[in-house]
């Protein structure tokens, strides 16, 4: 008996010594600000930055289809000569080229959330870039429709997996400090990809062989040629180790990532900390667990911000903005500048965000920068009315312009920030492969009937679809107002701690969760 009660008072003992050091773990990652953070951990810093460039594979990809179709050589090659004497894609290797790769994307994303549980971040890192090299390479040499879609489908899956596995790994490794910067630089990644495609086009485009097109896709091996080398040596996320109880190979793991000493065992006892918690409330770490409890708020709130990208516009503004150019009367090439210089507005949105992210919130700027762009769809529609007037299609065109600016400060930045932080410790990674599964899915339904409602020789809309997404944004607004909460400079043990006492939205930014007052507390007693 006395054996037992020694082995059991150890055992309080040690739970005591993780529940202190996990206190201080939480008030470290408070006291630290940005400067204090990336001299102590440089490591952690660099890591996430590899998983931002990571995304560029993603990016890239996703703006190449979009920028192809307005190449004059690839609608000869894989188009049909009209009876004026131009080429042009048939609308349903349009809508496929589109929608395909956003389905498998789908699939990418459910299916990286799971095996990035089982198998952890690293072994999926790997795995997406063997299937992205393959997919590259069947883009680079078709020569038919049907084996251009198949290298599209391909990548779709790999940038899928790809962008679920980044947007988790980079939640989980950076510091609190660096937390919304860090998930902000991702859609700075969503704006570099395309700025660089457009460059590419604007000097290649015009060729009149197939290198006019061929030479977007031969860039993709570029991203992945200078990632290869890193990934042998990036550190497996610690909070997935922790989930598979090897609390060993955790603690090596935040030393590759700079945590060393105290600084190890404080930040290992604070994921291990939390993590309890949640086990306590999770019966597993299933997709359907995703949908139980407070985890279906959660999740809801996660997937949110993403959700709306598609239904603010944002295919339309990326994909369709060189098209709608030319068919409004710009040149190939003027329609190419402008392409750059709405890319390049974008990437400074993007930038204004990694300042805004923690100053202005993550709900003032979801909310109100939705709110903005709602405003711009509703003035691009009425300008897009008066489409024989050329100053009204240029002022078109300026809008479009204004809006990826707007919506790169805004929720293009943002929505990654909230589904990183909002999403629970144990789900993390299937609760972003949903909210990715899901905007793609919205973004596959625009790209499958926007070129119906947009073409010429459809509905011909073109610009005065801004009207339905102003509409939808409308809706998303009164959603937002009610549901979205402040989550800057909370760690995700106080996040874990708010939702379970379901604490309104609206009232997340000023409370005081017990995790933040023990850890202040432990703080003083040292």
């Not at 150890?10 to 470290?28: K, P, V, Y």
């Not at 251009?148 to 609190?176: D, H």
């Not at 529609?381 to 065109?397: L, M, S």
């Not at 293009?412 to 492969?433: D, I, M, N």
Request: proline content about 3%; glycine content about 8%; overall charge neutral.
């Amino acid at each position: 008996m006395l054996c037992l009660k020694s082995v059991e008072e150890q055992h309080h003992e040690s739970a005591a010594i993780d529940d202190h050091l996990a206190r201080l773990g939480n008030q470290d990652e408070h006291e630290l600000g940005k400067l204090e953070s990336l001299r102590r951990y440089p490591k952690a810093c660099a890591w996430f930055i590899f998983a931002v460039w990571y995304v560029l594979l993603v990016s890239f990809e996703n703006q190449a289809s979009g920028n192809v179709l307005g190449i004059p050589r690839f609608r000869e090659d894989f188009g049909y000569l009209q009876d004026d004497g131009t080429f042009v894609l048939h609308v349903n290797w349009q809508s496929a080229f589109s929608g395909a790769p956003m389905a498998s994307a789908i699939i990418g994303c459910l299916g990286g959330g799971y095996l990035a549980d089982k198998f952890g971040r690293k072994v999926m890192f790997h795995a997406a870039l063997v299937v992205s090299y393959a997919a590259i390479t069947m883009e680079f040499v078709a020569i038919t429709n049907e084996i251009f879609f198949g290298g599209k489908f391909l990548n779709g899956f790999a940038t899928g997996c790809i962008a679920t596995v980044c947007v988790s790994y980079i939640g989980e490794v950076a510091p609190l400090a660096f937390r919304g910067i860090a998930t902000c630089l991702v859609g700075f990644s969503y704006t570099l990809g395309p700025l660089i495609s457009a460059l590419i086009v604007k000097y290649t485009g015009t060729y009149e062989d197939r290198w006019a097109y061929r030479a977007v896709f031969c860039a993709q091996y570029g991203f992945a040629a200078i990632a290869t080398p890193f990934m042998f040596f990036m550190p497996e996320s610690p909070w997935w180790l922790m989930t598979q109880n090897r609390e060993e190979a955790a603690l090596k793991s935040l030393e590759k990532l700079g945590y060393t000493g105290e600084n190890g065992f404080k930040r290992l006892s604070l994921i291990k900390n939390t993590l309890e918690k949640v086990r306590a409330q999770t019966e597993g770490v299933t997709y359907i667990e995703c949908f139980r409890a407070t985890n279906l708020r959660r999740t809801l709130i996660s997937i949110a911000p993403k959700c709306m990208q598609a239904f603010s516009g944002i295919t339309f503004a990326s994909s369709y903005a060189t098209y709608y150019m030319q068919l409004a009367g710009f040149s190939a090439q003027k329609s190419f500048t402008l392409h750059i210089v709405q890319q390049v507005v974008s990437m400074f949105g993007s930038v204004l965000s990694w300042y805004c992210v923690d100053r202005v919130g993550r709900r003032n700027l979801t909310f109100y920068g939705l709110l903005s762009l709602t405003c711009i769809l509703f003035a691009m529609g009425g300008c897009a009315t008066a489409d024989t007037n050329t100053r009204a299609v240029e002022a078109t065109v300026e809008f479009i312009i204004l809006y990826c600016w707007v919506y790169n400060l805004s929720i293009g930045a943002v929505a990654f920030t909230v589904l990183a932080e909002v999403s629970t410790s144990r789900l993390r990674a299937k609760t972003v492969g949903i909210g990715l599964a899901v905007v793609n899915g919205l973004n596959m339904m625009w790209s499958l009937v926007l070129p119906y409602l947009f073409n010429p020789d459809k509905a011909s809309l073109q610009a005065k679809v801004a009207f339905i997404f102003g509409g939808c944004s409308v809706l998303c607004l009164i959603y937002l107002w009610f549901e979205l909460p402040e989550t800057a400079g909370r760690t995700f043990e106080e996040l874990d701690e708010m939702f379970m006492k379901k604490v309104p939205a609206r009232k997340f930014k000023n409370y005081r969760p017990e995790a933040q007052v023990q850890g202040e507390k432990a703080a003083e007693e040292l």
